[in-house]
Structure formats: C-alpha cells, structure tokens
C-alpha cells in the first residue's frame, strides 16, 4: 500500500480509475479510494478540489493513454501500413497502469451515455480516433470516402472487441483485429505505399 506522505495525483487517479473500471463512475469514491491506497481522505483534498475534478482527471487520463499516445506512436511510423499494426498492437493491450483497458473502456462509455457533458468529449475523442485511422488508411491508397468508412468499422470492432473482452465473450480475439488490419493493408490500391 502507498503510504500517505508519499501519494502523488497520479496515485489518486489510478485508484478511481481502478474504480471506475470495476463499478461504473458512481462507484468512484473519495473515500473507497482512501482506503483502497491506505490513506486520509485529507491527503486526496492537497491533491483535489473535489471529486469531480478527480473524475475529470480520470478522463483525461483516459483520453491521453488511450488515444492521444496510441496516435502519436503510430504517427510517428513513416510508412502508414506500420503505423496501422503498431497502433493495433497498442490498441490490443489488455492492460494500462495495471487496469484493464476493456473495461475501463466499457466503463467510460457508460458514463458518457449519462452525462452529457462527458458524452461530448467522448464523442470528439472517437471523431478523432476515427479520422486519424483514415488519414492513415488514405495514406494506403484508399479514397476518401472509403479510408472513412473503413476508419468506422476498424473502430466498431475495437469497440466489440473490448464489450466482448468486458463480459468474457469468446467472440474477445484479438487475432481478428490483427487479420482486419493485415487485410486492410494486402487489399489497398496502393498497397501500403504512402501516396
């Protein structure tokens, strides 16, 4: 257990993420999380205001670990058909901080289903997952409106994937994913070359 004195904000968010993940956002408490790291409830308040900034610390936690460094990764692969399989692979990690990333997942989209607020980032957060893999299955050779389409079920299945991964499904595998992308990349007019 971390010690008091030594708790830092990412701590804090890593406990109510863990949270989250195993019982929704109103299963995010100051207090469960307190005890969960064995700490006072007046460590969390040197670190929050409340617990609404702790959950808007948990989203945007979230959005960078789960988009905003999985895009940077891929883009910063040269040829497109790469950047597609390592964002594949980063998207496929079953775990993030120690905290499964499908039901994290699961988890904030349920959230953003109730509170709108959280619902309009979500939905900016998926319209920018979406366009960067079409930027990036444009890049293979594909036209504009079908990089889009295909962006859209790319995403669809990663979404399956981890409802399916959230509720133990045996429809959870990952090879499908992989199989989708390597098709994707062989069946390209350009043939994974950059245009």
Do not use: C
């Not at 008091?4 to 408490?29: C, E, H």
């Not at 429809?171 to 992989?178: M, N, Q």
């Amino acid at each position: 257990m971390a010690r008091r004195n030594t708790l830092q904000p990412k701590d804090w968010i890593i406990g109510a993420t863990r949270a989250l993940a195993a019982g929704g956002v109103d299963a995010v408490s100051v207090e469960g999380i307190a005890k969960q790291l064995g700490a006072s409830k007046g460590s969390f308040y040197w670190h929050f205001a409340d617990r609404p900034a702790l959950l808007e610390a948990v989203f945007d936690l979230w959005e960078r670990e789960g988009t905003a460094d999985l895009i940077e990764r891929a883009e910063a692969v040269a040829d497109p058909a790469e950047g597609l399989r390592v964002l594949a692979r980063d998207t496929l990690d079953a775990e993030t901080n120690g905290i499964d990333v499908a039901r994290t997942e699961a988890a904030i989209r349920a959230w953003a289903s109730r509170d709108p607020a959280i619902g309009r980032r979500f939905a900016r957060i998926e319209d920018n997952r979406t366009a960067f893999l079409a930027q990036q299955i444009r890049a293979l050779g594909y036209d504009e409106v079908t990089a889009l389409r295909l962006s859209k079920v790319v995403h669809l299945a990663v979404v399956g994937l981890f409802a399916a991964r959230a509720s133990g499904s045996a429809l959870a595998e990952d090879e499908t994913l992989t199989f989708m992308v390597e098709w994707l990349i062989a069946d390209a007019p350009g043939k994974g070359r950059r245009k």
